[in-house]
């Protein structure tokens, strides 16, 4: 359970149609009037910006892809969300390390085992026994069929837009993997429909968790 803030992520395979849902997730937070924190993995501060491009860009072994990965978590964690959360406020952050498990471990095939000690690592907290773990994961489920029609009308891909639909196929499995190791903190959402839809979805899933009455409809 939460104890000060919240936090919340999103996941889903390129395409799903994530950004819109968070931005209209934030609006909502604010109009309820909570404090909000909008960030993003790879990403969030000025030193995971600087990884995330090179991550996203520059050729490497899938060691070091998941080493930055987490070596940019890891300084998120420690800057941005750790203090929000300790502010109180809701932190939505677009992908986190269930992103790691589908892409690194489903997709590249690396060693979930070590993944699992970076995670260890990387988010543990003092004075703990539990890991820093989202209070909510909405996974936006869309077949990666659907998904790549979206990401072959896209701007130029990155290394991980570029990858063929077996990749994703390998993501979306490494999704139902994690969530299958933790149910609760889930909630799928299926992504092939209409935005509206979807829309409804990720608000029922908020608040049947008695986080936020929302009233209003995607921007
Ligand atoms: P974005 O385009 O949704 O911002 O995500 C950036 C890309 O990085 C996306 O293709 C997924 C990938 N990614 C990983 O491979 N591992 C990770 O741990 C994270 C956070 C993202």
Redesign the pocket.
């Given at each position: 359970m939460p104890s000060a803030g919240l936090f919340i992520t999103f996941e889903g395979i390129?395409g799903a149609g994530k950004s819109t849902h968070i931005a209209s997730l934030a609006d909502a937070f604010r109009a309820a009037g909570r404090h909000v924190t909008l960030t993003?993995?790879?990403g969030g501060t000025p030193l995971a910006e600087k990884l995330r491009d090179l991550v996203?860009n520059d050729a490497m072994d899938p060691l070091s892809e998941a080493l930055l990965?987490f070596a940019a978590r890891r300084d998120h964690l420690q800057q941005v969300i750790e203090p929000a959360l300790q502010r109180g406020e809701v932190v939505l952050c677009?992908?986190?390390t269930d992103?790691?498990f589908a892409?690194?471990g489903g997709g590249r095939g690396f060693d979930l085992g070590v993944l699992r000690q970076l995670e260890h690592w990387v988010q543990s907290r003092p004075g703990s026994e539990q890991l820093r773990q989202p209070d909510l994961t909405v996974w936006f489920d869309l077949p990666p069929s659907v998904a790549a029609q979206r990401l072959a009308a896209a701007r130029a891909p990155?290394r991980?837009?570029s990858q063929p639909q077996a990749f994703f196929e390998r993501v979306a499995a490494g999704y139902a993997a994690r969530l299958g190791e933790a149910p609760g903190r889930f909630a799928r959402i299926a992504s092939d429909r209409p935005k509206e839809l979807v829309w409804q979805q990720v608000r029922q899933a908020v608040e049947q968790r008695g986080w936020l009455q929302v009233s209003g409809a995607a921007a």
């Open positions: 390129d993003r993995e790879p996203l990965m677009d992908r986190f992103a790691t892409y690194q990155d991980f837009e």
